[in-house]
């Protein structure tokens, strides 16, 4: 989705219950339908994955992901960090990092603002709260 104008750039219906598998084909539907990857992109605890992160990276994408799930506002309460990242860091513990500096609290507190307020529209407003057919080809 792009945030500053509140439009769905990749979107899929998938019979899983994980997020996790779904991160590559996305960013790949917003390259073929915008004809380029986006610059950043930040997701819930749902779709994170080390492999996710390392192919977003890999693709110059600037990753947000929760490496965990965190309770509501819970990220208001972590404190922010500063400084040199330490050396030995993996994956994880880097994306952790990264969510606790003053930038990507910044960044990943946006989602409420941008992701959310699409949902609730067409759930609300639109109605749209369940797929009324039966069966995957419907």
Do not use: C
């Not at 750039?9 to 219950?17: L, S, W």
């Not at 339908?33 to 749902?46: I, L, R």
């Not at 952790?96 to 507190?109: A, E, H």
């Amino acid at each position: 989705m792009d945030w500053k104008s509140q439009i769905i750039v990749a979107a899929d219906v998938m019979q899983v219950g994980v997020d996790k598998e779904q991160l590559k084909p996305m960013l790949e539907e917003v390259k073929e339908n915008a004809d380029e990857y986006p610059k950043e992109v930040s997701a819930d605890a749902g779709y994170y994955s080390e492999e996710n992160v390392k192919y977003a990276e890999g693709k110059g994408i600037e990753t947000y992901i929760a490496p965990e799930r965190l309770d509501h506002g819970e990220w208001y309460r972590i404190g922010v960090v500063r400084g040199r990242k330490p050396k030995g860091m993996g994956v994880k513990e880097l994306m952790r990092r990264k969510l606790r500096t003053k930038k990507g609290k910044k960044i990943y507190s946006k989602r409420k603002e941008t992701v959310e307020p699409v949902f609730g529209q067409i759930k609300q407003v639109r109605g749209f709260r369940q797929f009324l057919l039966r069966g995957w080809k419907k």
